[in-house]
Structures are given as C-alpha cells and as structure tokens.
C-alpha cells in the first residue's frame, strides 16, 4: 500500500491544521498507521497512531490534548487534526503503516513512507 500526505501549509501560533494520509488500497484491520515528524536537522519523532481495526489511538506526550488522530474507512484515510499549533510543531509530517499494535513510538516499525507534507507554524 502506497501512503500520500496532504495538508501542510504556513500558519500562525494557535492556528489549526488538519493533515491527511491516503492509502492507495484499503489497509487490514490488523494494520496501524502512525503520524511522524522530522524538523530539519533532527531524528523523525512520533506524533500519533491509530489502528485500523478498532481505532485505537496512541499519542506523543507533546501532540496529546492538542492532536487528534482519526480514520474513515470509506476513503482509506488516516487524519492528524492538530490545534494550538506551536512553531516548536514546524516540520515535514509523513505517515507510516505497520502491521501491529499502533502503540509503538518507533520510527522502523512503519514503513511504505510517502511523501511528507511540510506544516510551518509562525510565531
């Protein structure tokens, strides 16, 4: 399954975002697909999870309370609502998928990354 995300642009702090992650064929129930992100000089860090089967989430200590996660099956997308948006948030966001519990923070338990999509938060 090939993974595309969207969403990105520039914003303000405190504005919101919503980012998608389309698959290119619906994913298993026992898949789980995850949202990372990769500031420049630094390591791809986890953001959120979701699975695919029964919706459950898992999220980064930074992202909880103001990132939500979430899925809709009729269009094999995977959704990153993201409010109160800090510059500290400023990176490229790709999507991961693996098969497995999405409670994993580990950056080579996903793969098929897409292309990311760049979100710039302005202070």
């Known amino acids: 399954v090939q993974l595309q995300a969207s969403g990105g642009g520039l914003v303000q702090a405190g504005d919101s975002l919503r980012l998608s992650c389309a698959a290119s064929?619906?994913?298993?129930?026992?898949?789980?697909m995850g949202w990372f992100r990769q500031a420049p000089g630094k390591e791809r860090e986890f953001v959120a999870s979701?699975?695919?089967?029964?919706?459950?989430?898992y999220y980064s200590d930074s992202s909880k309370g103001r990132f939500s996660i979430s899925k809709t099956k009729a269009e094999n997308t995977v959704y990153l609502q993201m409010n109160s948006l800090k510059p500290e948030d400023t990176a490229v966001y790709y999507c991961?998928?693996?098969?497995?519990?999405?409670?994993?923070?580990?950056?080579?338990?996903?793969?098929?990354w897409g292309q990311g999509t760049q979100v710039t938060v302005s202070s």
């Open positions: 979701i699975s695919w089967g029964d919706s459950r989430t």
């Open positions: 991961g998928i693996r098969v497995g519990s999405p409670r994993t923070s580990y950056v080579y338990d996903y793969g098929n």
């Open positions: 064929s619906r994913p298993f129930s026992s898949h789980a």
